[in-house]
């Protein structure tokens, strides 16, 4: 990363500590954009304080997948795709440290629910909110399936590749009913969804594929 890329880094992580999220969201999106696509994802580790993960613990429950951050270009492109905007509650299914919850709410403006199963890094992603001073991003300790109740009013469900199998087939059981009493999205990184009736493609780039839901009929 060049001088110039640690500079302005430093510069946002500075605004965001003082409680300028909202004041400094656009210049936020246009200094990470000014960056080479290689270097995002060390700049924004920069600019959020991030340091060295926590290790995946015994909590971690079997079929789900080791915690791997989010790289910023698929955070874009979920972004730019799905699109999200201010208006949406974002559920990030499996939110890890808290990264990809907090980029989201400072792009967009949605309000963003992470779900997360390992203490270490629900407490790293409480930790790292609290200390950027962003509202409206909030952090449930659970394993999914099933969905906790705050998590059930989403309208986009974002999915890292949480886990795959029939944990991901389970966990389609349950927003299809969701999408009878409204419509939802799916962003979904590295992760195949198996068919489903009930949702239609909105777009794909690289490594992300965005879904909306269908009309169900009632039976």
Known sequence: MIERDRETAERMRALLECGDADACSAAFRAALLDVAPLDRDAWLDLAFGLGPLPDDGPDLPRGCVPYLACRVESLLRAIDLAPIEASDILVDVGSGAGRAAALIR???GATVAGVEVQQALLGAARDLVARLR???????????PPLPQPARAGTIFFLNCPFSGQRLARLLAELEPLARARPIRLCCVDLPLPPCPWLAPIGASGDVAVFRSLAIPEI
């Open 106 to 108: 400072l792009l967009t």
């Open 134 to 144: 962003l509202d409206g991003v909030s952090f449930v300790a659970a394993e999914v």
